[in-house]
């Protein structure tokens, strides 16, 4: 982990120091280089998900086709997704990376603002010399000091309790808002009733989840999950509306293709189910019948 | 079916589990105090994490805490980081502490803290005393005991004199700086002086609480003060961040001059008989002429970075480093005393300038990992491990 987070709080201090001594742009800058830098490991997730999103009506012909022979039907599903170059880990190895990214991120936010002279010391180790003359980094972005968590004790004293309650719920519920938003635009339909059962749930929890972890860290891992989600929600837009313009899938099998057409799967603005009568109906065509081939 | 959907309930579980785990295990290991001690009539007081702890160091039963010991802060997230500062007659003790995740300080007298005291320590008085005074930020520099007053800054960039006797603000107003105070303020006859970490040392009257000087001037700037001044025959010595030894004058606040050593500094250098002993972050100690701050008399390598003023004690420059080593030098020639550096236990540092009780070197390295604090009773000639606290058969 330290292979991170001494780059990191290096390159917080470089922005720090570049954009005026504020702390909050410079983790504004930092978080979308991070977004652009692990593009790499996001996009290819994307397309995983996209590609399985679209395989939902084959699927859900093979599942017909094998009845309740479970064993074959896994056998045939991993052919297809072999068949269309689907990694099954390619949408948590990802997930684990960003993870370990944010954890990093979070560690060189903390270290670099120094909030005890333990941290202090920890940073006296990692930084550039050159770095030096900005410590110490003042924390101060309007009412929260971004290496705590809340709002900064100065002003809790001076208001009433409530007021306090309520501006300490700010950013928290901006990143359930935020969360909520780049996983609804990131989700992808799934044909599988309990994959998108799943999906609606993560859906709800995951935003509860980071809005928990905002309330209880720092303020500035706040501003790096808010912009964090919006650069992914923005990025799952562009990618949706061009995935709806242009499918992935390149007819490989001797299943039905998807063809734009058909259009199989629409924006996947909804994480709700997609097995209806529309969606399978296209399966019925024969191979090739309308199976120009995609991009 | 069941099945399926555990397994991704169990994933669930896993990505909401991972971040925690991952926090825990990232980074280095985690030193969860920087804890402070001093020493009187062979009673060693520590404060450390949110415990007060008085032990012997001294006779026969040295490394045992005294009956009635420790004593807990009041609440889990109030920590100690302060050495205590003891009154003359060994009966009162005052601390400061901190609160995790927070920046509010308080000061606590405590009372009855002598050895065979036949009551448990007690609080004599907590400020703020009452809940229009200042509260101040986390408190993680020494309490100064001088003349009946206390003095000490905090993490809100302010230094404070209270009036030791019943707590009560000395000060019609504070001073306050523009940046964090996590070091500890030191004293003269006419002033206190505080290094701020907004790249600057003040000058503090003693008796009105107003500012007298401010180093560097208008125009200046220097890199920040993070560790203790120490004051010695009218000079101040402050090291900075960036690595610039300073040595001002108490009375004026003007540079006498300057030295650049090869890392960054904390804590001010030692001074006997002219010579100044310190060390710097990127594992150098050096013996400096104190007038002039020119001539290098010797200068040592040592594994890790040095955070304290060394300790100077018949002849001999005692410092550790932040990766547990102490090491003994002679201070007239910089050779070394003992075969071969004291090494606490890995993981610990040793940032905390030792003390000498009789012949015995007592060391307070900080704590690693969440063990529990230690004290260790060294013999100073030779380095070897005399006693420790916790006794082994309970550590």
Known sequence: MDILISPLVNMLLVFYGVLGNSFVLSIIVATILIRLVTLPLTLPQQRNSRKMAELAPQLEELKKKHGNDRNKYAQAQMELYKENKINMFGGCLPLILQLVVMIAFYQALTGSLATTPLQLQQLSHRVLPALIPLIPIDPIFLIYDLGLPGILPAIEQNISPLVAQLLIFILPVLVVATTYLSQKLMATPSADPSQASMTRQMNIVMPLMFGLFALQFASGLSIYFIVSNVVGAAQSWLMNRRWQQKPILVPATGLAPVSKASKPITAPTTDKAVVSSKTSKPLKSPAGDNGKKKD | ????????????????????????????????????????????????????????????????????????????????????????????????????????????????????????????????????????????????????????????????????????????????????????????????????????????????????????????????????????????????????????????????????????????????????????????????????????????????????????????????????????????????????????????????????????????????????????????????????YPPRQQN
């Open chain 2, 1 to 388: 079916m069941i099945r399926f959907i555990a397994r991704r309930w169990l994933l669930l579980v896993f990505l909401v589990v991972l971040p925690f785990v991952l926090a825990a295990c990232g980074g280095p290991p985690p030193i969860t105090s920087w804890p402070g001690y001093a020493v009187r009539d062979n009673t060693a007081y520590l404060a450390s994490a949110n415990q007060l702890i008085a032990v012997n160091v001294g006779g026969d039963t040295a490394g045992n805490a005294l009956n009635g010991w420790p004593v807990e802060s009041s609440n889990a997230s109030i920590g100690f980081y302060t050495t205590p500062a003891l009154v003359p007659d060994g009966k009162t003790m005052y601390v400061g502490t901190e609160q995790m995740n927070g920046n509010s300080g308080q000061v606590l007298a405590y009372t009855n803290i002598e050895r065979g005291s036949e009551t448990r320590p007690s609080v004599k008085w907590t400020y703020p005393l009452t809940t229009t005074d200042y509260i101040p930020g986390n408190i993680y520099g020494a309490m100064v005991l001088d003349d009946g007053a206390l003095y000490f800054g905090d993490g809100k960039g302010v230094v404070f004199a209270l009036n030791a006797e019943d707590g009560r603000p000395l000060w019609p107003e504070p001073l306050r700086t523009t940046a964090r105070i996590w070091s500890s303020v030191v004293v003269d006859d006419q002033n206190v002086y505080a290094a701020s970490q907004d790249h600057s040392l003040y000058a503090v009257n003693k008796q009105s609480g107003k500012q007298v000087w401010q180093f560097p001037g208008e125009g200046t700037d220097i890199d920040a003060l993070v560790g203790s001044p120490t004051i010695y025959d009218g000079t101040v010595y402050v090291g900075s961040f960036g690595g610039t030894l300073y040595a001002v004058a108490a009375a004026s606040g003007q540079l006498k001059w300057s030295f650049k050593a090869g890392g960054g500094l904390w804590d001010g250098p030692a001074m006997v008989d002219g010579t100044l002993y310190f060390g710097d972050q990127a594992g150098n100690v050096y013996a400096l002429d104190a007038a002039t701050g020119q001539n290098t008399k010797w200068s040592a390598k040592v594994d890790g970075g040095v955070k304290m003023t060394p300790l100077v004690d018949e002849g001999v420059v005692y410092v550790g480093t932040d990766r547990n080593r102490l090491y003994a030098f002679k201070a007239d020639t910089g050779q070394s005393v003992w075969t071969e550096p004291y090494k606490a236990r890995d993981g610990e540092s040793l940032l905390v300038t030792p003390i000498v009780n009789n012949t015995t070197l007592i060391v307070l390295p900080n704590l690693a990992g969440g063990n529990p604090v230690r004290l260790i009773g060294l013999n100073k000639n030779t380095g070897q491990e005399l006693w420790v």
